[in-house]
């Protein structure tokens, strides 16, 4: 059975002419069809496809007898200098907050017919230092949330946890440092329902999952709380 692409205005046409966009893989001009990454480096993106199997792969172990986590899955493969790395790089670096919102919106498109998402009841983006957010003017997480929120539905709540710590970069350190430097980096501030609810923990990158527990930790006193994980990238140390 034959695919059919989707129909192009001839507004969409000239916009694309006026102002073409780049691949933020491999830098070639997108048709106007194409969002994020052209065609080419889109079918060779290292999916992890860990959403048809949520509870148990790779990134879930990473917390197993650390916080209860109920779904995980990451859109790609991680991998420093590769290709696909262009994409969170120029995410957090590159001043590209729309980058992160059309990775948000790509993962809410891919993962919404596996069911993912399914008893969500918000969207909670890791924060980051007030610090840090003024020096990058934007929250690369909270994109990637406001991308799924636009695909799903799902309401983000930004201000439920903040960073009260101003912690060294993650990138170089192991995963004893990494737990280390986040412990009690973040607090409740906001309300919690008062029921029991479904929290969606959005991040870029996954490591060793040390932030994204610390963020988790502060709602482990929350009756009836469940978490999940979801994150662009996920890199594997082991």
């Known amino acids: 059975m034959s695919m059919s692409l989707p129909k192009i205005s001839l507004w969409e046409r000239i916009v694309s002419l006026l102002a073409p ?122 994109m990637l949330a406001q991308g799924i929120a636009q695909v799903t539905g799902l309401k983000v709540r930004r201000g439920l946890i903040r960073r009260v710590v101003n912690t060294e970069t993650q990138t170089h350190k192991d995963r004893w440092a990494r737990t280390d430097n986040v412990n009690q980096a973040f607090k409740l501030v906001g309300r919690m329902p008062e029921t029991g609810c479904h929290v969606l923990f959005v991040d870029d990158v996954v490591t060793t999952g040390a932030t994204l527990c610390a963020c988790m930790e502060c709602l482990k006193g ?14 594997h140390t082991r």
Not at 222 to 232: E, F, I, T, W
Request: charged share 20%; glycine share 8%.
């Open 222 to 235: 929350v009756a009836n709380v469940r978490m999940s994980v979801l994150s662009v990238g996920v890199a």
């Open 21 to 142: 966009r780049s691949c933020a893989v491999c830098g070639t001009r997108l048709e106007p069809q194409e969002d994020i990454v052209c065609a080419c480096c889109n079918l060779h993106l290292p999916r992890t496809n860990y959403a048809v199997a949520p509870y148990d792969n790779e990134m879930a172990q990473l917390f197993w007898g650390r916080v209860p986590v109920e779904r995980c899955a990451a859109l790609l493969h991680y991998q420093a200098a590769a290709p696909a790395s262009a994409l969170l790089y120029k995410l957090k670096y590159g001043n590209r907050p729309d980058l992160g919102v059309e990775l948000g919106r790509l993962m809410g498109k891919e993962l919404l017919p596996t069911g993912f998402f399914q008893g969500i009841d918000f969207i909670v983006p890791v924060p980051l230092a007030r610090q840090r957010l003024r020096q990058r003017g934007y929250n690369q997480s909270e």
